[in-house]
């Protein structure tokens, strides 16, 4: 049996806030935290996956969102979560 998590990787470019990008490393954190051994592509896949396809849930979704103050998301007080690896290419050591 295919899994969905293992099939034919798509590459989706995505521009967001830059509070929502750091409230996603805090979720993997969170995920971590648990046990888990994830990045986050895989937690975005996982909550696509997971999102319901009635209309009127996701436009009460969006509306919430965008009715969202600047400083909704607030990430502070997270250091009992342990550090991930920062996305992205590492850099050579000089």
């Known amino acids: 049996m295919e899994l969905l998590c293992q099939q034919t990787r798509r590459t989706t470019s995505v521009s967001w806030p830059a509070d929502i990008d750091r409230h996603l490393n805090v979720l993997v954190r969170a995920a971590a935290a648990a046990g888990e051994r994830t990045n986050r592509a895989e937690l975005l896949a996982a909550l696509v996956a997971a999102a319901e396809t009635d209309s009127a849930h996701l436009a009460a ?34």
């Open 61 to 94: 979704l969006l509306h919430a969102y965008r009715r969202l103050p600047n400083d909704a998301l607030d990430d502070s007080g997270h250091d009992d979560l342990p550090v991930v690896r920062a996305p992205g290419p590492r850099r050579a050591s000089a």
